[in-house]
Structures are given as C-alpha cells and as structure tokens.
C-alpha cells in the first residue's frame, strides 16, 4: 500500500531552520506528484509546496524565498528545508501524493500522511 511517513517536525525559535522529510513508498506508478501541506488550529488547509512528476515545482506565496522543496532516492523521498521561520508557520505539515492523474500538483491529492508539527515560538 501507498504510505508517506513525515519526520522532522519540532519545536524553533523564530528565524530558525527547520527540515521535513516525508519518505514515501507503495506507489503503483513511476509518475507522481509530492507536495507538502500543512493546517494551523482555526485555518484553511495551504497548500505549501509540490514536485511534479516531471520536476515543476510550486511553492505557495507565503513561504517562497524561505522554503524550498526537493527530492532524492528516485523521488522516494521529499523534504521541505524551511528558513527563516514566523510563528505564523506554525501548524501541522502534511505530506501528500498524486499519482491517478499522472503526477501532476493541479488535481487533487490521493495519498495522505499523518502530519508532523510544527511549532515557530516568538
């Protein structure tokens, strides 16, 4: 079965570093998407980051120039290098697959991991 697993989550001052890893495995095609996600208590889910299957990646307005997403292990693993961290980027990251529609981060996600934490203190 598809299983992504986050790590990395914590506790960081603000203007600290943080990474996530998702490692992922299971996939039933070569071509897929991964992308981070993540939910603050009270607020909509965001959509922070997303590597196509061909390499496009997207980064949601609010943390590009600060985070920056990439993969290795043929893709069989994703982080998240987050810099210069704000209280408001506190919240729970999830890490997300696509691959019924060919790997792209314009369709909706199939596979969910269970989220890591996040906590940016003031």
């Known amino acids: 079965e598809v299983q992504l697993v986050e790590s990395g989550g914590g506790l960081v001052q603000t203007g600290g570093s943080l990474r996530l890893s998702c490692a992922a495995s299971?996939?039933?095609?070569?071509?897929?998407?991964l992308a981070w996600f993540r939910q603050a208590p009270g607020k909509e889910r965001e959509r922070v980051s997303c590597?196509?299957?061909?390499?496009?990646?997207y980064y949601s307005d609010s943390v590009k120039g600060r985070f920056t997403t990439s993969s290795d292990n043929g893709k069989r693993t994703v982080h998240l290098q987050m810099n210069n961290l704000k209280p408001e980027d506190t919240a729970v990251y999830y890490c997300?697959?696509?691959?019924?529609?060919?790997?792209?981060?314009?369709?909706?996600?199939?596979?969910w991991g269970k989220g890591t934490l996040v906590t940016v203190s003031s």
């Open positions: 299971g996939f039933p095609f070569d071509r897929y998407a």
């Open positions: 590597i196509s299957s061909d390499g496009t990646v």
């Open positions: 997300a697959g696509q691959v019924v529609a060919g790997g792209t981060c314009y369709y909706p996600m199939d596979y």
